[in-house]
């Protein structure tokens, strides 16, 4: 069975940081692009960090740009996020999911759809 927990929310000044880590259990992803995607209370689940099963590429939203910094330990089993210069709008529900297809080295999506397994979520709370 395939699980995926994510850890490290919780509530922070604006300013702060936080680490996610997604840990996954039930088969390797060494081979499998991942990401993390947020939903805030009343809004959309929403996509903010992607990367590859390499590591060698990634992506953000245009929102994380220069504070969330996405990596990978495949020896591990675990994808991180850390967030840095915290601001209120960043507070959210956050999600790990794993992709569906086994892509190549660069290969990563920002789209929910391409998505197959995901964590439970974490809620992180940002205060001003």
């Known amino acids: 069975q395939v699980q995926l927990v994510e850890s490290g929310g919780g509530l922070v000044q604006a300013g702060g940081s936080l680490r996610l880590s997604c840990a996954a259990s039930g088969r390797t992803f060494s081979r499998s692009a991942m990401g993390w995607f947020r939903q805030a209370p009343g809004k959309e689940r929403e996509f903010v960090a992607a990367i590859s099963w390499s590591g060698g590429s990634t992506d953000y939203a245009d929102s994380v740009k220069g504070r969330f910094t996405i990596y990978r330990d495949n020896a591990k089993n675990t994808l991180y996020l850390q967030m840095n210069s915290l601001k209120p709008e960043d507070t959210a529900v956050y999600y790990c999911?794993?992709?569906?297809?086994?892509?190549?080295?660069?290969?990563?999506?920002?789209?929910?759809?391409?998505?197959?397994?995901w964590g439970q979520g974490i809620q992180v709370t940002v205060s001003s």
């Open positions: 999911a794993v992709d569906k297809q086994t892509g190549g080295p660069s290969y990563y999506s920002s789209r929910a759809a391409a998505y197959e397994y």
